[in-house]
């Protein structure tokens, strides 16, 4: 199996704006739910967002209203738009589906807030 491929990460101040990109993906996953995790410093990974495949979203109440969760079907690329970043946004954001799948994960791609 391919695992997705994360990027977009960096560094960037409170308040700033960030896209990241989920590439890998296989032209069948457009059935399934996509999702955006992150797993920050110490702590558990944790899902950050969902997209069915009908177009219905989630987001995590910590990023509501922050972060989109889209997709180009063409492409086969699902997308998260993160603005007004926040230092507790730091973290490694995975791409993967929901529920996730353990041989799916890549790498990741990092974000760090911070002044």
């Known amino acids: 199996q391919v695992q997705f491929v994360e990027s977009g990460g960096g560094l960037v101040q409170p308040g700033g704006s960030l896209t990241l990109s989920c590439a890998g993906s296989?032209?069948?996953?457009?059935?399934?739910?996509r999702a955006w995790y992150r797993q920050a410093p110490g702590q558990q990974r944790e899902l950050v967002a969902t997209?069915?495949?009908?177009?219905?979203?989630n987001y995590a109440d910590s990023v509501k209203g922050r972060f989109t969760i889209s997709r180009d079907n063409a492409r086969n690329t699902v997308y998260l738009q993160l603005n007004n970043l926040k230092p507790e946004d730091t973290a490694v954001y995975y791409c993967?589906?929901?529920?996730?799948?353990?041989?799916?994960w890549g790498q990741g791609t990092q974000v760090i807030v911070s002044s």
């Open positions: 296989r032209s069948i996953f457009k059935l399934y739910t």
């Open positions: 993967n589906l929901d529920p996730s799948d353990p041989g799916y």
């Open positions: 997209l069915t495949s009908g177009g219905r979203t």
